[in-house]
């Protein structure tokens, strides 16, 4: 059962335009949302995570939308670069115990120069 | 600085032949989490270590066994790896327990043939 559902699998955008990666959870107990960005042949990184106590949160050109009641959440990337060109995962975790992230199926992007 | 280097990078088996993927890490924290990426799955938790020898399994975590017998290294092991198990493996730390963000290695590619 996929507890993170992350669309779409790929998207190609043009340079200087919004890029938008969508995710939807299911388990109410979640309260973190990270966004972590992988470049080729590297290890995830941490790009942007938010709380359910907040709506948006931006950094750079990189912001969070949260909707507590739809379970869903999105990751914006305003006038996007040929260097934000990597695969990105939302991911949740409940509580602060064990730190377990639940991670989507990841999105491909592409920012065509 | 969070340090991580996983060992070996890049490994070739055989199926039924036991493989060990080791995890170390520079500072002393205390979670550390073992991960497989497959396309179309995103990352997948299999296990997870909350300090010496205390460890708990993740949601994919048939086949694999884990050990922490001290707080720097965390090994991985395929009793006898099959075909199913090829994938990259991810280790990752966790640097802060407010925040739940995850450091995550340069991961460790195993094909099983």
């Known amino acids: 059962q996929q507890q993170v559902k992350q669309s779409p699998q790929s998207l190609i955008v043009q340079k200087g335009g919004i890029s938008i990666i969508n995710c939807a959870y299911e388990?109410?107990?979640?309260?973190?949302f990270p966004w972590y960005q992988q470049f080729p042949g590297k290890g995830p990184a941490l790009l942007i995570a938010i709380r359910p106590d907040v709506s948006e949160k931006k950094e750079g050109r990189f912001t969070i939308s949260f909707n507590k009641s739809a379970k869903q959440f999105s990751l914006h990337i305003m006038d996007s670069q040929p260097g934000d060109s990597a695969t990105y995962f939302c991911?949740?975790?409940?509580?602060?115990?064990?730190?377990?992230?639940?991670f989507g199926q990841g999105t491909t992007l592409q920012v065509k120069p | 600085d969070a340090g991580i280097t996983q060992s070996p990078r890049h490994k070739v088996t055989e199926t039924g032949t036991p493989v060990t993927l080791r995890c170390h890490q520079t500072?002393?924290?205390?979670?550390m989490y073992w991960y497989r990426q497959d396309p179309g799955h995103g990352l997948r938790l299999i296990h997870y270590?909350?300090?010496?020898?205390?460890?708990d399994k993740g949601e994919v975590s048939d086949g694999y066994s884990v050990s922490r017998s001290k707080t720097e290294d965390f090994l991985l092991t395929l009793e006898s790896a099959t075909s199913s198990q090829t994938s990259v493996y991810f280790c990752?730390?966790?640097?802060?327990?407010?925040?739940?963000?995850?450091?995550f290695g340069e991961g460790s590619r195993l094909t099983v043939l």
């Open positions: 500072e002393n924290h205390r979670y």
């Open positions: 991911a949740a975790s409940k509580g602060s115990n064990t730190g377990k992230l639940i």
């Open positions: 990752a730390i966790r640097l802060d327990t407010n925040t739940g963000e995850l450091f």
């Open positions: 270590s909350y300090g010496v020898k205390d460890t």
């Open positions: 388990n109410t107990a979640f309260d973190y």
